[in-house]
């Protein structure tokens, strides 16, 4: 059975940073596409950054790029996402989600979430 | 604003049938495959349709999906008070980005 299990989460001032991370469990971590989609309150679904399964490339949404930093380590099976320069906007739950193959524009399961939040 | 558009809410019935949309442009859903996600109150998404109308295991035949040129609808028969929840499609944007429609509230009166 597939797991995701984010942490890092919590209270942070404008302009700093964050570490979240994601444990996974349930497959080959390393073969697929992984992503972060965050859902600030009230609001819809956002894409923040994927990374592909095999060669680990990083994509990232506007929004977030030179900012966010996508990794994952693949001896502790975990997807993390750096956050620097933290803003108000980017205050939302941010989900972990696995593709269904090494890509990861289908989010075949998702993690509980955890909830940053940016104070101004 | 969302780059993939969807009507905020629809509502039926329980036992009807509802339709939700999912309009994007040929730089999304026209040259690619459309997700749909459900997300019920409080808790994270789940996948319900990928590649336009394929169904992850567990996931009931009244859920199906289709696509027509540059949009797709998500197309629920035999409303249950437990489909009540918020839907979502997705598909690739530009640049390897991913993309999500704003997101339809479905009501089940």
């Known amino acids: 059975e597939v797991q995701l299990l984010e942490s890092g989460g919590g209270l942070v001032q404008s302009g700093g940073s964050l570490r979240l991370s994601c444990a996974a469990s349930g497959f080959t971590f390393s073969n697929y596409g992984m992503s972060w989609v965050r859902q600030a309150p009230g609001k819809g679904l956002e894409w923040v950054s994927g990374i592909t399964g095999t060669y680990d490339s990083p994509y990232y949404a506007d929004s977030v790029k030179g900012r966010f930093t996508i990794s994952r380590d693949t001896s502790k099976n975990t997807l993390n996402l750096e956050m620097n320069s933290l803003r108000a906007e980017d205050t939302a739950v941010y989900y972990c989600?696995?593709?269904?193959?090494?890509?990861?524009?289908?989010?075949?399961?998702w993690g509980q979430g955890t909830l940053v939040t940016v104070s101004s | 604003q969302s780059v993939l558009t969807q009507p905020p809410s629809v509502s039926a019935a329980p036992g009807q049938d509802v339709t939700i949309s999912c309009s994007g442009s040929n730089s999304n859903i026209g040259n690619n495959y459309v997700s749909w996600y459900q997300q019920l109150p409080g808790t994270a998404p789940k996948l319900l349709i990928y590649?336009?109308?394929k169904r992850p295991s567990g996931i009931p035949d009244r859920f199906s999906g289709s696509k027509s040129g540059t949009s797709a609808t998500l197309d629920i028969t035999g409303l249950q008070t437990g489909d009540e929840a918020d839907y979502y499609c997705g598909t690739w944007g530009s640049s390897l980005n991913v993309v999500f429609g704003g997101g339809t509230k479905l009501t089940v009166l």
């Open positions: 590649d336009n109308n």
């Open positions: 989600a696995k593709g269904t193959s090494g890509w990861y524009s289908v989010c075949e399961s």
